[in-house]
């Protein structure tokens, strides 16, 4: 049989950032879905949009 190597230890769920930051993250797409629907823009097509990935300029 061959050797199987050694595994690290699968970490406590709560020491992942996303664990702690998921409460937040369904507020905040449903406070954005409702602003742009008062636009009448999806997220889908607010995310491909060239404006969404526009950074403010620098300064």
Same mark, same amino acid.
């Given at each position: 049989?061959?050797?199987?190597?050694? !595994?690290?230890?699968? $970490?406590?769920?709560? %020491?992942?950032?996303?664990? +702690?930051?998921?409460? &937040?993250?369904?507020?905040?797409? $449903? &406070?954005? %879905?409702?602003?742009? %629907?008062?636009?009448?823009?999806?997220?889908?097509? +607010?995310?491909?949009?060239?404006?969404? $990935?526009? !950074?403010?300029? &620098?300064?």
């Amino acid at each position: 049989m061959p050797h199987v190597p050694d !595994r690290p230890p699968v $970490s406590d769920l709560t %020491a992942h950032l996303g664990f +702690w930051l998921r409460p &937040a993250s369904n507020p905040v797409s $449903s &406070a954005l %879905a409702g602003k742009l %629907a008062g636009q009448g823009v999806t997220v889908a097509d +607010w995310t491909r949009s060239p404006a969404s $990935s526009r !950074r403010p300029p &620098a300064g």
